[in-house]
């Protein structure tokens, strides 16, 4: 997994609140047994409007997306996340975010930022009105800069530290196979198996 | 001090546990599908890591394999790849799999409980929010993502954060006519499609006691739709009595020793939640949803609601948006909307109970002129059982469809979809915009609401029909 420690790029405000995974990709698009190729699930009703966000010229090239409270809701597909990072996102901003999809990010190295609603308010004035700023999001120090914003923004430890190291999660568990293995010792004899 | 039922299986799997990291926690039971599993297979082949617990792991073929002409190849070529995909991964990786024409084969959440592999006190993950439908049994089941897939796959255990607990009592008598999943549509009414962040939610109080496991698992299944990762129910006798006998279930000296560890799983009385929600069942009425998230339902008593009762700015525009994707007019009452397509199935209610509870109302009548009625077993045996019961011919000679198994028009990705701008009164979980098909319309029901719906041509409870 590439290592993450800061970013620098345009935004695209999402004015939405509860975009739950259906409207991040369609359920149609999850019939791919590849990992690529999601851009063109995302948003995929809603980009047929011309009016939309990411089809606006202003916000073409965006590498961050501001979005409103309660993003990422319903299924777990993380597919949502690739459609999101296959389209070029790296950081998605909210302040609130559903924990599975939330889970799902950190997990393939998308940034989930969580701010203050008045945060995510000012960052949508300011790149409505100059969607050329440049967006910063710094890991290490935890902080979002656009223009005279700056903001500190939460993300989990864990999260943060296997971002900036790029580590592989299932490495890091099977580095305690011996601990799996005695706790399987340990099992009641009880416990199902399927065959 | 005492702990919840979630903290106590929690504890019990706890394989490593350090200071500043997630918990290692061991997975006991490994659910597949061939939605979300191609890429964590892959991701085996690329590292040449096996599976760890091909034995803890079950396949089935459900989300995207088609209902009617089940012995023809999947017509549709994206479908038959992600199936194929599977059958050649579980051959690959000595899996095994229930796939299409088996008599084990059906909806993940179905086949789990039924075949008695869930169990008090286990920890079971699938890649599918609607895990948390095992819960019911007292086990702590939750969905993961297809990178945790591959990491279940690999290690069978997973790095996971404590959740938080949330008490959701629910005392009292139920009125007649009132369901599991109206219950449950009310607590989401309730508590909103955020309100479950970050916790498991515990259903307790003598309501929930009083269902059968069908019913609890009705109730466990939506916990995602309020948000949280899992619902559970503490075991008790009605638990036992579902699971003794079946399959996987322990048997002889076996079964004494788990009912012995069974029973001390419930909350102890001197624990404490994080968070507590009390709903009085008594007040309670069927429920149905009028917008695009579950969060929004009424009784079916009322009106649609009107954006500018709204109590903030947020709150309005989403009413708004609901209301204009929904193409519904404020103040008109919820009976009076009428429906063109009727689902009755999915994991949510595509159980023998569900069956029943339609037949009883479809017996006898038929419905609606134009109606599109869809029964569709949530598993081959549901389906079975219920020809057994007659069922099938009820629902045939009332006009209905009767499908094989499958999720079906629950998430649309075989060909049971909604056009755009059908409306459809649905026993499954979910009523976002395009859900059932692009510019298709989910009104969320319980079985007897769906079969009186179809029956009636619009919006209708039971009583609605006459005699
Ligand atoms: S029935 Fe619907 S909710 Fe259940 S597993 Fe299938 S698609 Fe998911």
């Given at each position: 997994?590439?290592?993450?420690v800061?970013?620098a790029?345009t935004?695209a ?12 990709i369609?359920?149609?698009y ?15 009703q809603?980009?047929?409007?011309p009016?939309?966000v990411l ?8 590498s961050i997306?501001i ?6 809701t ?8 690739w459609?999101l990072?296959?389209y070029?996102?790296?950081v ?12 799902n990010?950190?997990?393939g ?9 008045s945060a995510?308010?000012r960052?949508?004035d ?33 999260v943060r530290?296997?971002?900036m ?10 580095q305690h196979?011996d ?5 399987e010792?340990?099992r009641p004899?009880?416990k199902p198996?399927?065959? | ?7 106590k299986?929690w504890?019990d799997?706890v394989?490593?546990r ?5 918990d ?6 490994h659910?597949?599908?061939e ?5 964590a297979f ?9 599976v ?5 792991t079950?396949?089935?073929?459900d ?7 089940v012995d ?5 070529p994206?479908?038959?790849a992600?199936?194929?995909a599977l ?14 024409g088996?008599?084990?084969?059906g909806?993940v959440?179905?086949?789990?409980p039924q075949?008695g592999?869930?169990q008090?006190?286990m920890?079971?993950v699938?890649g599918d929010?609607?895990?948390s439908?095992?819960?019911a ?5 939750f969905?993961?993502g297809?990178s945790e897939?591959?990491?279940?796959l ?8 404590p959740f938080k ?15 599991a ?11 909103g499609?955020g309100?479950?962040q ?7 109080g003598?309501?929930?006691r009083?269902l059968s496991m069908e019913?609890?698992m009705?109730?466990?299944?939506m916990s995602i739709?309020a948000?949280?990762?899992a619902?559970m ?21 076996e079964?004494?020793r788990a009912l ?5 799983l ?15 069942a008594?007040t309670?009425?069927p429920?149905?949803t009028w ?7 009424l009784s ?9 009762d709204a109590a903030?700015?947020?709150e309005?525009?989403a009413?708004e948006r609901?209301?204009?994707y929904m193409d519904?007019?404020p103040?008109t ?9 009727v ?11 569900d ?8 017996k ?5 002129d ?6 569709v077993?949530?598993?081959?045996r ?5 020809e057994?019961e007659?069922?099938d011919?009820v629902f045939l ?11 079906s028009?629950?998430l ?6 909604l056009?755009?701008?059908?409306r459809?009164?649905s026993t499954?979980?979910r009523?976002?915009?395009?859900r ?5 319309r989910?009104?969320?029901v ?9 029956v ?6 039971p ?5």
């Amino acid at each position: 997994m590439e290592a993450f420690v800061r970013h620098a790029g345009t935004a695209a405000p999402l004015r939405r609140s509860n975009v739950d995974t259906d409207q991040i990709i369609p359920a149609e698009y999850l019939k791919r047994i590849t990992r690529h190729g999601f851009e063109d699930g995302l948003f995929a009703q809603w980009r047929k409007d011309p009016d939309f966000v990411l089809n606006r010229d202003e916000h073409q090239g965006v590498s961050i997306l501001i979005a409103g409270p309660d993003f990422g809701t319903g299924s777990s597909r993380e597919h949502a996340v690739w459609a999101l990072q296959n389209y070029g996102f790296r950081v998605v901003i909210s302040s609130r975010f559903a924990d599975i999809f939330r889970g799902n990010s950190g997990k393939g190295g998308l940034l989930t930022a969580l701010v203050d609603q008045s945060a995510v308010e000012r960052l949508w004035d300011l790149v409505e009105a100059r969607p050329d700023t440049v967006v910063t999001v710094d890991l290490e120090h935890r902080t979002i800069t656009a223009g005279d914003i700056t903001v500190d923004f939460d993300v989990d430890d864990y999260v943060r530290w296997r971002l900036m190291e790029g580590l592989d999660d299932i490495g890091l568990t099977l580095q305690h196979a011996d601990a799996i293995t005695r706790f399987e010792s340990e099992r009641p004899e009880y416990k199902p198996t399927v065959v | 001090m005492g702990r919840t039922l979630a903290e106590k299986v929690w504890d019990d799997h706890v394989v490593r546990r350090a200071d500043g990291e997630p918990d290692l926690l061991y997975i006991d039971l490994h659910l597949v599908h061939e939605v979300t599993s191609p890429q964590a297979f892959d991701g085996l082949r690329e590292t040449g890591r096996p599976v760890r617990r091909p034995d803890l792991t079950l396949a089935t073929e459900d989300h995207n394999i088609p209902t009617i002409d089940v012995d023809m190849p999947i017509a549709d070529p994206i479908s038959r790849a992600q199936v194929e995909a599977l059958r050649k991964n579980c051959a690959d990786f000595g899996i095994r799999l229930y796939s299409l024409g088996n008599r084990e084969q059906g909806i993940v959440h179905v086949v789990g409980p039924q075949l008695g592999l869930t169990q008090p006190g286990m920890t079971v993950v699938c890649g599918d929010s609607h895990t948390s439908t095992h819960g019911a049994f007292g086990a702590l089941a939750f969905g993961i993502g297809t990178s945790e897939v591959e990491h279940v796959l690999a290690t069978q255990a997973l790095p996971l954060k404590p959740f938080k607990t949330m008490a959701i009592t629910v005392d009292g008598e139920l009125p007649a006519g009132v369901t599991a999943k109206d219950i449950i549509l009310a607590v989401i009414a309730r508590i909103g499609t955020g309100g479950g962040q970050g916790y498991v939610l515990e259903y307790r109080g003598s309501a929930i006691r009083s269902l059968s496991m069908e019913g609890r698992m009705t109730i466990c299944n939506m916990s995602i739709e309020a948000g949280a990762r899992a619902g559970m129910v503490a075991p008790d006798e009605t638990t036992f009595a579902y699971l003794e006998g079946r399959d996987h279930a322990p048997r002889g000296e076996e079964w004494k020793r788990a009912l012995d560890y069974w029973r001390t799983l419930g909350t102890d009385p001197d624990a404490e939640f994080d968070a507590e929600v009390v709903i009085d069942a008594s007040t309670l009425s069927p429920y149905v949803t009028w917008g695009t998230n579950p969060g929004q339902g009424l009784s079916l008593s009322s009106v649609v609601p009107d954006p500018s009762d709204a109590a903030d700015d947020v709150e309005r525009v989403a009413i708004e948006r609901a209301l204009e994707y929904m193409d519904l007019v404020p103040g008109t009452p919820l009976r009076e909307i009428p429906i063109d397509t009727v689902f009755i199935g999915s994991c949510t209610n595509g159980r023998i109970e569900d069956l029943r509870a339609a037949a009883e109302v479809m017996k006898g009548r038929t419905v609606k002129d134009g109606m599109r009625v869809l029964v569709v077993p949530g598993s081959a045996r549901v389906r079975l059982q219920a020809e057994s019961e007659g069922l099938d011919a009820v629902f045939l000679d009332a006009g209905a469809e009767w499908r094989g198994a499958g999720c079906s028009m629950c998430l649309a990705m075989n060909p049971d979809k909604l056009a755009p701008g059908e409306r459809s009164a649905s026993t499954s979980n979910r009523n976002f915009e395009g859900r059932q098909g692009p510019g298709g319309r989910t009104h969320l029901v319980s079985p007897a609401v769906a079969a009186a719906t179809a029956v009636a041509g619009h919006l209708a409870s039971p009583e609605d029909l006459g005699a």
